[in-house]
């Protein structure tokens, strides 16, 4: 934990170019359906905006999630090694292709940002930066909406050869059941 008022999690690298940490819920819990929504959201910064890459959402169980090798089944935000744009992704098997858009939005480095998304039953999903709805991002409906059971994931990588860290200041998932 961090010294920070109301504590941050701290996901700290080793100093060797692509040495990370996984962080995933131990059990698939949130299964994206119609009727259901799926509300994430969480506030995080990093160290270094160019020089890694993170994962925060929803993704199967899966021992090494990093935006070089995605599990078959995703949705979250993303940043990849070597530039701060923030991408949005969701990624199903019954689609086989990762819909994955630039947000437009670049991640700096110890600035705190707030992100969220809402998967609409299986009809849509919207996306939130800062508390503001990100209209860049568009999804199609029973197509890349995984239709199985996810669980919740972070995923932070050193992109060099320094130790580096990924925050968590919070994180929100509810599902709701109509």
Excluded at 59 to 86: E, H, Q, W
């Amino acid at each position: 934990m961090l010294d920070r008022v109301g504590g941050w999690l701290q996901l700290l690298t080793g100093a060797g170019d692509g040495n990370g940490v996984n962080l995933q819920q131990a059990h698939e819990t949130f299964l994206p359906a119609a009727n259901r929504d799926i509300h994430f959201g969480c506030r995080i910064e990093v160290t270094e905006a160019t020089q890694s890459y993170f994962f925060a959402g929803l993704a199967i169980t899966d021992t090494d999630i990093d935006t070089g090798s995605l599990p078959a089944d995703i949705v979250g935000f993303a940043k990849t090694d070597g530039d701060a744009n923030l991408d949005f992704l969701c990624q199903s098997t019954v689609s086989g292709a990762v819909a994955q858009t630039d947000t437009g939005v670049d991640i700096a480095a110890d600035t705190a940002i707030e992100l969220g998304f809402w998967i609409n039953g299986i009809t849509d999903v919207h996306t939130y930066i800062n508390g503001a709805e990100d209209t860049t991002f568009a999804v199609a409906a029973n197509t890349d909406i995984p239709v199985t059971e996810m669980a919740l994931a972070f995923s932070f990588r050193t992109g060099d050869n320094f130790v580096e860290s990924l925050k968590i200041d919070w994180y929100s998932i509810i599902q709701n059941y109509v």
